[in-house]
């Protein structure tokens, strides 16, 4: 594999992520945990793979939050700097921001929302090699209804672009990844400021001048996770082993254990489990399914969690049952909740009921409460 030193990167890490509401009221998206780590953590270790290690990231909302987190690199071999944009000017408007950062060369720039496992030198390589202005990698998808996709040559430069088409209408399947290789000359084609984006402006401006914007097709993994269903996929994917990337700790029959975390010998496995640092399942507990638990956690006697991540600092209370749900940190449940669904950063105390549901069963499969509930 080809890498590219000395050439630099900017991830676009200013977003709200306001489709991961509650989870992103008090953690900014690129520090979203996904597999015990945050997302923007697995993008610059993908970036350092291919040899890139001069970072800049503009930052937004709780903008003190990533630079805490990762401060100036040098601990990950990496330069990390960092821009506060106080007012958003949209992704393209960003990357302006950082201009004299990165306009000593070529650069990439990568969404701070991905998790993907791309040949990213190769897309450097061929748009070296085509002169580009610009280039962007992209991805067949098998619905076009959620993309906008690009119109290439038989050079696969890009002629046109498609925003959302039906089926019908779809001249193509390829989307953009959100990972663009581009020249400094880009900046002048820009407005001096303003709101300004790469995929409704900027793109295809420079295809109507006729400038050379390459398209080149990236394989492997590819996802965002900019929305609860996205995050979730992506998560248990890289459970799976489906993303090329490192996991915390280490595999056992039980599953990925980090240092300090103990799933008591009478617990029920049955799937796929990751556990934090320092987290521990009492005895009697069942995980199911696909479960990834943060650090410093705790699991108490007879709880279910099936199809669910649980951030670091919590505690899921003595026969509770937890079901296709987010808890976002330092979460306390109260013994014998009901949880089916539910994304919360809340403390979750018990509704108390009158009468048994009829929804649930022996096997804990229970119907869908807005709250959590406890049956007497």
């Not at 944009?85 to 070529?106: H, P, Q």
């Not at 649980?310 to 109260?334: F, K, P, Q, R």
């Amino acid at each position: 594999m080809e890498t590219f030193s000395g050439l630099k990167a900017m991830v676009l890490a200013a977003g709200v992520g306001s489709r991961l509401d509650p989870l992103t009221r008090l953690t900014p998206k690129p520090l979203v945990p996904l597999a015990n780590r945050p997302v923007m953590e697995h993008i610059l270790a993908l970036l350092k793979r291919h040899n890139i290690t001069e970072i800049v990231s503009n930052v937004h909302h709780l903008p003190e939050q990533v630079p805490a987190y990762f401060g100036n690199g040098l601990d990950r071999g990496m330069s990390l700097t960092y821009k506060h944009e106080s007012t958003l000017s949209g992704d393209a408007g960003g990357v302006r921001s950082c201009r004299k950062f990165l306009e000593g060369g070529t650069f990439l720039v990568i969404m701070g929302d991905l998790i993907t496992d791309a040949d990213i030198s190769y897309v450097i390589e061929q748009h070296k090699t085509k002169g580009a202005i610009a280039t962007i990698a992209l991805q067949k998808v098998a619905d076009v209804r959620h993309f906008g996709v690009a119109v290439t040559d038989s050079d696969s430069f890009i002629k046109g672009f498609q925003e959302k088409p039906s089926p019908e209408e779809a001249i193509s399947d390829l989307a953009s990844t959100g990972i663009y290789v581009l020249e400094p000359e880009v900046f002048d084609h820009m407005p001096a400021d303003g709101q300004y984006g790469f995929g409704r402006q900027l793109f295809p401006s420079l295809v109507a001048k006729g400038l050379p914007v390459l398209g080149v097709q990236v394989f492997g993994y590819w996802s965002d996770i900019g929305t609860m269903e996205n995050y979730k996929i992506s998560s248990f994917d890289a459970l799976k082993g489906l993303i090329d990337m490192d996991l915390p700790g280490r595999s056992t029959k039980q599953g990925w254990l980090e240092e300090g975390a103990s799933i008591s010998a009478d617990c029920e496995v049955e799937g796929m489990v990751m556990l934090g640092k320092n987290s521990r399942v009492d005895s009697g507990a069942a995980l199911k399914g696909h479960v990834i638990v943060g650090d410093n956690c705790h699991i108490k006697s007879g709880a279910v969690i099936e199809n669910s991540i649980i951030w670091s600092g919590a505690t899921i209370g003595a026969n509770s049952v937890l079901i296709d749900s987010i808890l976002g940190y330092d979460v306390d449940v109260a013994d014998q909740s009901v949880l089916i669904g539910e994304v919360t950063t809340d403390t979750v105390r018990p509704v108390v009921l009158s009468k048994v549901s009829n929804n649930v069963s022996n096997n804990h499969h229970v119907g869908h409460f807005a709250r959590p509930v406890v049956f007497h």
